[in-house]
């Protein structure tokens, strides 16, 4: 089992940056191929970017590349979300995943391990 808990997460003028993390117990994350996914209140659970368990792929949901940044340092067993340039459409809960399939990243299913989320909100 690994267990996952973000944290980061909080209130924010548009415009503005956070850095969420990710922090992982149980297993060692360097195996595991790691995405970031938010979900708004009504909304469907939407992929925001992936990185592999190298660290030497990554992919970005098209609405947050050039402002969102994912990185991990498997050393800590940690992985980050650096976002940039924050949106009031941003305002999400955001959890991260790990999971063995890099290939359909994108996609909720192919994860095996989810964290709680941390809410960002991002004011207008």
């Known amino acids: 089992q690994v267990q996952l808990v973000e944290s980061g997460g909080g209130l924010v003028q548009a415009g503005g940056s956070l850095r969420l993390s990710c922090a992982a117990s149980g297993r060692t994350l360097s195996r595991y191929h790691m995405g970031w996914f938010r979900q708004a209140p009504g909304k469907e659970r939407d992929f925001v970017a992936a990185?592999?368990?190298?660290?030497?792929?990554?992919a970005y949901a098209d609405s947050v590349k050039g402002r969102f940044t994912i990185s991990r340092d498997n050393a800590k067993n940690t992985v980050y979300l650096q976002m940039n340039s924050l949106k009031p459409e941003d305002t999400a809960v955001y959890y991260c995943?790990?999971?063995?399939?890099?290939?359909?990243?994108?996609?909720?299913?192919?994860?095996?391990?989810w964290g709680q989320g941390t809410q960002v909100t991002v004011s207008s």
């Open positions: 995943a790990a999971g063995l399939t890099f290939s359909v990243a994108d996609r909720p299913n192919v994860y095996d391990f």
């Open positions: 990185i592999s368990w190298r660290g030497d792929r990554t």
